[in-house]
């Protein structure tokens, strides 16, 4: 049964290489996984272990009047199986902004998966949501994650200076954005 669980897909939005479907609970496994992996975590700040459980907290559908999180799942289509998490939170419909996230398997790191998924989740964003404005939260050792988001439009807004620590130091946190405007160009 299980198995039959992870080979229906469900897409939400369509790209070329990956879809962004629903987060299924049957993957929280994997998602506590990619939490846990020291090099994703060295980008994400998952401090602390991710246990399953709180992972799946992480995904039950919350008692808020507004939808506030979007998560999807990273379907690779050639592999048919999920390789990542991209998301939407911290939505304010009043001023119509939002933050986004990701986190890819390292296994497909270095593939130009992040920009596909960064072009699907931004086209959500402004031609389905109408959102206004997308902000990004970068460390500043993240070198890859600055190239995609230039690569998408985002500008540097703020650097937050020694805001967090990683590997014995203190380092900036860069804050990027794009607005609808710009992306729509």
Request: proline share 3%; glycine share 4%.
């Amino acid at each position: 049964m299980s198995e039959l669980k992870e080979k229906i897909v469900l897409p939400f939005v369509e790209g070329e290489t990956v879809s962004l479907c629903v987060a299924n609970a049957d993957h929280v496994n994997l998602y506590a996984g990619w939490m846990n992996h020291p090099e994703t975590r060295k980008f994400t700040r998952f401090n602390m272990p991710q246990t399953i459980d709180e992972v799946k907290k992480m995904f039950e559908t919350k008692k808020e009047a507004v939808k506030e999180d979007i998560f999807f799942e990273i379907w690779h289509k050639k592999d048919k199986k999920p390789i990542g998490l991209a998301n939407l939170f911290r939505i304010q419909w009043f001023t119509r902004n939002a933050h986004i996230s990701y986190i890819i398997d390292p296994k497909y790191w270095k593939q130009h998966i992040g920009t596909e998924v960064g072009k699907l989740v931004l086209d959500y964003a402004y031609k389905e949501l109408n959102l206004h404005k997308i902000t990004a939260r970068l460390f500043a050792l993240n070198k890859a994650s600055i190239q995609l988001a230039e690569k998408l439009g985002f500008k540097l807004e703020i650097t937050l200076k020694k805001e967090v620590y990683i590997d014995g130091e203190h380092m900036d946190v860069l804050e990027y954005s794009i607005f609808k405007d710009d992306w729509m160009k």
